[in-house]
């Protein structure tokens, strides 16, 4: 079949889902997110070893070359790449320049300009500038109007033209820290830690520009009208003249700052705690951990070449880069990544264990729910071929669905599926016993052991199987049996959906595991549901769950039994009501309660929005009738608005199914706009912002009045609470697969997220 074919009867299948559906198709009501490019921000690192000394600044001149300033002389960021770090090497371009002992350097006219014991030199115009100084122990210098130059010491400043010594005055309040030059009025701003003073080389006097205390760093606005002022806690901006022009502001991702830059028109800061740059709304895009930097402590910052900013830390620099690109182009890198990386047997895996973050040195390892993850990217291709007629993508989803096949076949237990299969000999078998199931379990779970051996003796499989994996499968199951365009694959879902579905309902709503007894989580049924409270969340949720089960098991292969029992659970044990229970209803257990009720209900867990919103898509489009439609929409309405506050697009689009017109589609676009290119988990920090406003600990879990953006925070992956501020360094590396390619290719299928522009 041709492309063109394919996408013609793409066009057909949307407007038929619409009318299955039973929304208006976007183009008549709900918005569309025009794809067009926009600026991606990612980073290239280079590590510096003992070797190096201790980094100072970092420049680029006219021909994009990069040169570091260190203790140890001159170097150079060599064979750096995206997540595959580079080194910091001695810079021997020019022996002469290599072989002399530089204090400073600085841009001037777009070259290089170095500061030794003898002299201010540069490599560049034909090698002319070389303005001796006659100043023993140089340290710190700044380039005027017309190859003038103002050089410090350790306490006096000296104005230096031609090889000619003009000015010389003592310093009188300790080291200068740093020197700046307006070209606006031909001035030299020099900044110590409790005064900023102004030199006018017309007429060679010092004056008092501004007095105060704990200053660190200054900057120049290139307007030439702002000078800001980095101090031990936040900024402040003075005019041209030395008047102050706004109030401290302290309000900052960290307030201990190290140096300022304004750079294309944004300002920069770094501090002891990373990096961050100031936006047009007032908030900030902070960069922090190995994801972005080498080090914390950030010692320079200044523009690099082809659009990129260069943070040096005091580990190494962090080169931010700023792509164009459309969020199509984004899902590519990501579609690249996971086939090349993150596919083990057809399973949407994590990589693990890396070495020093080096996805090369990573293994493929099983996870608890390699069922759930790959269910949910099988759903991505499935979606991308819809929308573009991929063949690739179709054989994306085949493949991920031959091991959502061999989950159920491995077994020998029809109706069954377990977690994940390996090879034999390479997990271990262990008790995996959890001591909080001591508050309700049946005798002897404590001897479990979930992994078994298969009848093939070359693969072991893993069991226990629980209530969110089944979800995936249904899922998937769903949209294979309702928009595979080939009848024997579709069969092929069709059987897996009846026998799992017959299997939970002639075992009494349980999923019963390989020894005879319900999976710890498996367990649908009224005796176990009905036991909660009301407020009590697995009340609600499992309800939901199964009524969507057995809805889509009916609608595919028309046996009764599945209408039956879904019926009897509305009727006679209250399973509607239950489902469309509000969520302002849902909290902690009452203190009667018993404990196994008190450990569910502690805290709200996120993954059980996951399970929600994923078989919303089983849920609302089978109901029995449209009544029953209608309290769906709402319950799924009821929901996404306790949830939007974490801006998902996963659960917007997942309500979008249902033809709402307002599903915080800007929200959504910003999330996949700020989801980070690098999947690495590195180190998190967040609780030690001064920008954030904080909340009260709730049962929810939101810590702050607004989540930050997916590039800041811990947690990308939907089953996690977007508002957790800080992590640990995991090695290992997420994948897309789940966490981007599910939300980009389902909002392409609504209509929503419109095919790439220019």
């Known amino acids: 079949m041709s492309v063109m074919m394919v996408k013609k ?73 995206f997540q595959y770090p580079g080194q910091i090497k001695s810079d021997r371009r020019y022996q002469p320049i290599a072989d002399k002992q530089i204090s400073d350097m600085l841009i001037y006219h777009n070259q290089f300009v170095y500061l030794d014991k003898e002299a201010v030199l540069s490599n560049a115009w034909a090698g002319k500038l070389f303005s001796r100084h006659q100043i023993t122990t140089p340290e710190k210098f700044c380039g005027g109007a017309d190859f003038d130059f103002l050089i410090a010491t350790g306490d006096s400043l000296f104005y230096v033209k031609d090889s000619r010594r003009i000015w010389v005055e003592k310093m009188r309040h300790g080291p200068v820290l740093e020197i700046k030059y307006t070209k606006s009025n031909n001035h030299f701003l020099i900044l110590t830690s409790n005064e900023i003073w102004s030199f006018e080389p017309g007429e060679t006097r010092l004056v008092s520009f501004y007095r105060g205390t704990d200053f660190t760093c200054m900057a120049l606005g290139e307007a030439a009208s702002s000078v800001f002022i980095g101090t031990g806690d936040g900024y402040f901006i003075l005019d041209n003249h030395g008047k102050i022009k706004g109030p401290l502001d302290n309000k900052l991702p960290w307030p201990q700052l190290t140096c300022i830059s304004e750079i294309d028109g944004k300002l920069w800061f770094g501090s002891t705690r990373g990096a961050f740059m100031l936006r047009e709304d007032g908030k900030f895009n902070y960069y ?18 082809e659009n990129s900013v260069l943070i040096l830390t005091d580990n190494g620099l962090g080169q931010i880069c700023f792509e164009e690109m459309t969020l199509e182009e984004k899902a590519m890198i990501f579609e690249k990544q996971v086939r090349q990386r993150q596919v083990r047997y057809g399973i949407n895996s994590q990589l693990s264990r890396l070495q020093n973050h080096d996805p090369s040195t990573a293994q493929n390892l099983v996870a608890d729910s390699d069922n759930l993850w790959t269910s949910m990217y099988l759903g991505s291709q499935l979606f991308r071929y819809l929308v ?52 309700y379990w049946y005798e002897g779970y404590q001897g479990t052991v979930s992994w078994r051996h298969a009848q093939d003796p070359e693969w072991d499989w893993r069991a226990s199987a629980s209530s969110d994996q089944t979800v995936g499968q249904i899922f998937t199951l769903t949209l294979m049996v309702e928009y595979c365009d080939d009848e024997p694959w579709r069969a092929r879902a069709v059987k897996l959906l009846d026998e799992l579905m017959t299997y939970i309902v002639e075992n009494d709503l349980c999923l019963i595991d390989y020894n005879g007894l319900p999976s710890l989580w498996g367990r649908w049924h009224p005796q176990y549901v009905n036991r909660f409270d009301t407020m009590i969340g697995d009340r609600k949720i499992y309800s939901s769950n199964i009524i969507a089960f057995l809805q889509v098991a009916y609608h595919f292969t028309g046996k009764e039994l599945f209408r039956n029992k879904a019926t009897e659970l509305i009727e006679k044990y209250g399973y509607l009501d239950n489902l ?14 018993d404990e196994w009720s008190k450990m569910l209900s502690e805290e709200w867990n996120h993954s059980d929005d996951e399970m929600y919103f994923l078989a ?13 439609k209608e309290k769906y929409r709402e319950a799924i309405r009821d929901h996404w608005e306790w949830e939007r506050p974490e801006k998902n697009p996963l659960w917007n689009f997942c309500y979008a199914m249902t033809g709402a017109i307002e599903f915080d589609l800007d929200e959504s676009i910003w999330h996949l706009k700020e989801f980070p290119l690098d999947l690495i988990q590195f180190e998190t920090k967040n609780s030690h912002r001064k920008d954030i406003e904080f909340v009260e600990k709730n049962f929810w879990g ?16 939907h089953n996690h609470n977007f508002f957790d501020l800080d992590s640990g360094d995991r090695n290992c590396e997420l994948s897309a697969g789940d966490t981007f390619l599910l939300p980009y290719w389902m909002g392409r299928f609504l209509g929503v997220i419109s095919a790439p522009g220019k």
């Open 9 to 81: 009867i793409s066009a057909l299948f949307l407007l038929c889902y619409a009318n299955v559906f039973g929304i208006s198709t976007p183009s008549n009501q709900q918005p569309v997110y025009s794809d067009v490019p926009y600026v991606q921000d990612f980073a290239v690192k280079f590590f510096a070893d003992s070797s190096v000394g201790l980094l100072n600044k970092v420049f680029t001149d006219r021909n994009g070359v990069v040169q570091i300033l260190t203790s140890r002389g001159l170097y150079l960021p060599a064979n750096g790449h």
């Open 288 to 305: 922090f951990g190995e994801r972005w930097l080498p080090g914390k402590i950030v010692k320079h910052i200044s523009a690099g070449p």
């Open 388 to 439: 573009t007629g991929s063949s690739e993508a179709k054989q994306n989803y085949y493949e991920a669905f031959e091991a959502l096949e061999r989950f159920h076949e491995i077994n020998g237990i029809t109706g069954l599926f377990g977690r994940s299969f390996e090879r034999r000999g390479y997990h271990e078998f262990k008790q995996e016993f959890r001591d909080y199931v001591d508050h």
């Open 580 to 593: 469309m229970r509000p969520f302002s209803e849902i909290g902690r257990a009452p203190a009667d309660a």
């Open 616 to 628: 919303y898509w089983s849920l609302y489009p089978y109901a029995f009738n449209d009544e029953l």
């Open 702 to 717: 939101q810590t702050t009045t607004e989540v930050l953006p997916p590039d800041e925070r811990p947690h990308v992956k």
